[in-house]
């Protein structure tokens, strides 16, 4: 499936780096998500956008930061992250978001280890 | 929060045996939907149920939605190698406005030949 792809799909980064996460999805969908998936929580939302606008945020750390220039593509901007960050990180993208809901459509991850 | 709840978190079964999995939920959903994740993988959209009492199949797959819309099952008959991995149930909020999905913790099956 090549629908909804992420890079990079491994990143190593010390606590005082700087780095971004980026999607994009090729199926012209309104919606996007960044989840974070870890031993403790599985399946933990952290931001929605929908038609570029942000809609949630659910009690996110500052030193993740979310951008979603255009529908096709969200960005997650890491700084001064912590070890218990680390972390599988999941981008999905559904039609749309609300009470209406679709289906969502993963991306591979990105495998997060903050040393 | 809006919580739904899964289980058992884990199942470890003979191949061939059955497997199901429940998901509940305290408050009406407007929906419920089902994931697969492969060990290695990322989650992949199995099914939508969304009226009361309804009944889905997929070959071996049989999915239900309560008749109060707070519950759900997803059963495996004679279970295979390839069923292995964690099953999630998601959870469609009414009165939601933009939030999306509730996902459960998921259940990890296991599957030995």
């Known amino acids: 499936e090549t629908g909804v792809t992420q890079t990079p799909r491994h990143l190593v980064m010390g606590m005082t780096n700087k780095k971004s996460l980026k999607c994009e999805q090729h199926?012209?969908?309104?919606?996007m998500y960044w989840y974070k998936q870890s031993a403790k929580k599985p399946l933990e939302l952290m931001f929605v956008?929908?038609?570029?606008?942000?809609?949630e945020n659910n009690s996110v750390p500052s030193r993740f930061s979310p951008e979603c220039p255009n529908s096709s593509h969200l960005f997650l901007h890491l700084h001064t992250l912590q070890p218990e960050d680390s972390a599988l990180y999941l981008c999905a993208s559904s039609q749309g978001a609300g009470t209406n809901t679709y289906e969502q459509y993963f991306g591979p991850g990105t495998r997060l280890t903050v040393t | 929060g809006q919580q739904v709840m899964q289980i058992p978190q884990y199942q470890h079964v003979q191949e061939g045996e059955d497997f199901t999995t429940y998901c509940n939920s305290s408050t009406t959903l407007s929906n419920i939907q089902w994931y697969k994740q492969r060990p290695g993988g990322h989650p992949v959209f199995l099914i939508q149920?969304?009226?009361?009492?309804e009944v889905k199949k997929q070959k071996r797959l049989t999915f239900q939605f309560g008749e109060a819309k707070k519950n759900s099952s997803l059963h495996i008959t004679a279970t295979q190698t390839t069923d292995v991995g964690t099953y999630f149930c998601?959870?469609?909020?009414?009165?939601?406005?933009?939030?999306?999905?509730?996902f459960g913790k998921g259940t990890r099956l296991s599957v030995i030949a």
């Open positions: 998601a959870g469609g909020m009414l009165n939601s406005g933009n939030t999306p999905l509730v």
């Open positions: 199926l012209g969908h309104n919606a």
């Open positions: 149920l969304v009226k009361s009492g």
């Open positions: 956008y929908n038609f570029k606008e942000q809609t």
